[in-house]
């Protein structure tokens, strides 16, 4: 059997079994081995539920302590655990559960009544609240620990992110133990995480950064979270006191510097600040340095593949750059085409290969030989070059991918729905450069003649079919779309044109 993150957070409670796991401000800590506890019992329920290895648990729950506790009891009975982001849809949530069929499907609280119609021979419905409650943990009040921990290899599925495709249709990336054990254990050693440290948690826990990087490296370590369910520029700056990292999105940085109080004195007992999901500008790099006296550490990553490059913990951390490959991965540039190695410093597609990339798309076989190469290369779908210093630079995106906010949004998923709309003749949706969330989510579209539709009404015919970082924070009703010679809308036209729109 492989070493797995149960194994990691096993080793760290007999470490540390009386040190806080959890800290929640204005609430009682927990402990690693209350969390043992609770995770065991958990596990009982999945059990006793019919959950067996390989069978899918899908939450979609808020962030809260027992969410984690439910992700550890997955590991612990070789369940894949499949996280959904809170602002779905039904619509979108009816397509994930035909999808991933799983075994079990926990929702939130408020929404019980509304999904515990979902539940079927097949398909067990629980609620979980932000408060320990719910009936997932009513049931785990009442149930024995278990203590059989499920042995899993290194290329059994440990979890299943849905990311979306441009085609429209998500995309299930199977991750495997060994994918999150390996990445976990790189990153461990690239930014000299220790059980001492004490981790400002305010990310979601839906997707990597916030579960299988952020919460990953504090339960294999024996370190400390400080769980944080929203973010607060002054609860943030409170907390730096007595925290020693915090993980962020390029968002937390540019609201952090807003505030007069982020000082070389608020962040003195600081080691260490992450930023990734998007770009973050040599401006605010320069700015928080000087404000601070930290460097902010970019890296690099993606739903298939965790995380794959970081800016050095001792040595530059380059504005711009997203560092170098960390121990046991590799990263070339290749020709788009033909998948040929290119010379260092030309821009050609990333691509990667190593223990942290994905086992493939769920059920999808064809989608996922479509992208890796023979010799199992993933192709990222991401422009960049080595530079001389070996430096790893993204360029552009080989799709037009919409990062706002730290999430991605596909622009097909919201063309094909205003699309839809009779009015409509065709849709264009693009990224412009917004000065809180990154990317502005904006949509430019031509109605048909004789027809009347404005932004408004587009806006609300989008409200209910898709999550709210999905829709467009601007609309623009246009006679035609730009396109070149060869008829293919030229979105880089577009970009220009509305660059200022959310400018100040």
Known sequence: MSKTIFDMFEASCQACADKALFERPGQSSISYQEAMVQARQLASVLKDLGVKPGDRVAAQVDKSVEAILLYLACLQTGGVFLPLNTAYTGTEIDYFLNDAEPRLFVCTLASFDEHSKRATSSMAVESLGSDADGTLMALAAKAQPLTEVMARSSEDAAAILYTSGTTGRSKGAILTHGNLASNCESLIDAWRFESTDRLIHALPIFHTHGLFVACNMALATGATMIFLTRFDVDELIDLMGSSTVLMGVPTFYTRLLKSSRLTHEATQGMRLFTAGSAPLSAEEHATFQERTGHAILERYGMTETCMITSNPYDGERRPGAVGMP????????ADRESGAALPQGEIGAIEVRGPNVFLGYWRMPEKTASEFRDDRFFITGDLGLIDADGYLRIVGRDKDLVISGGYNVYPKEVESLIDELPEVVESAVIGVAHPDLGEGVTAVVVVRPGMSL???????????KLARYKQP?????????????????????????YADIYKS
């Open 326 to 333: 960390l121990p046991g991965v590799e990263v070339r540039i």
């Open 454 to 464: 404005d932004a408004t009404q587009i806006k609300e015919a989008l409200s209910d």
């Open 473 to 497: 924070k601007q609309v623009f009703v246009v006679e035609e779309l730009p396109r070149n010679v060869m008829g293919k809308v030229q979105k880089n036209e577009l970009r220009v044109r």
